[in-house]
Structure formats: structure tokens, C-alpha cells
């Protein structure tokens, strides 16, 4: 019979290669082709980490850099408020349209 975690490694690397290949066009995008190669040492240790480390503070990790993500979300939410206002008023006052 063959390995039953295989469909689940396979999913795993594949995920793992995925991610770190969209980190790293993310960091040569920002900051040139010269991030790349700390970019994939700074993974590898991750990877190590993620993979030795305790489950419980590699969750926890994961969950307070997921919550940080949040944070330029809101900021760019925030910043856009003007934005947003100023086309909600052109739309609702432009001449056949729903304000008029």
C-alpha cells in the first residue's frame, strides 16, 4: 500500500515552492534583483525553524505575523477615505443619476 501522507506532502512542497516563489518576485519587485538571494537564505531558515520548532509557537508565530498583515491594509483603507468620499459625491450628483 502506498504512503498515506503522500497526497499531503505533495500538497505541502508544492504550497511551500508556490509561497516562496511569491515572496521572492514580491522582494526583487521592491528591492531589486540583489534581495533575492537573503530573501531565499532568510526562508530556508524559516523553513527549518517552522519545520523543528514546537507546533504550538510556530501557530503562534504564524498568527501575530497574520494579524500584523492587517495593519497596512487599514492604513491604505484609511488613506483612501477621501478617495472614496469624493467619487460617492460625483456619483450621486452627476446630472440622470440616482442623487438627482
Not at 508544492?14 to 530573501?39: D, H, K, N, Q
Not at 514546537?54 to 491594509?73: E, K, R
Request: glycine share 12%; net charge positive.
Amino acid at each position: 500500500m502506498a504512503c498515506s501522507n503522500t497526497p499531503s506532502a505533495a500538497k505541502s512542497n508544492s504550497t511551500l515552492i508556490g509561497w516562496s516563489y511569491c515572496g521572492e518576485t514580491g522582494i526583487v519587485y521592491l528591492l531589486g534583483t540583489l534581495a533575492a538571494i537573503p530573501y531565499r537564505l532568510l526562508s530556508l531558515v524559516f523553513v527549518y525553524l517552522g519545520a523543528t520548532g514546537s507546533l504550538h509557537l510556530v501557530w503562534d508565530i504564524a498568527d501575530t505575523l497574520n494579524g500584523l498583515m492587517a495593519i497596512p491594509n487599514l492604513v491604505g483603507v484609511l488613506a483612501s477615505i477621501p478617495l472614496l468620499l469624493r467619487l460617492q459625491r460625483e456619483f450621486f450628483n452627476r446630472p440622470g443619476g440616482p442623487g438627482t
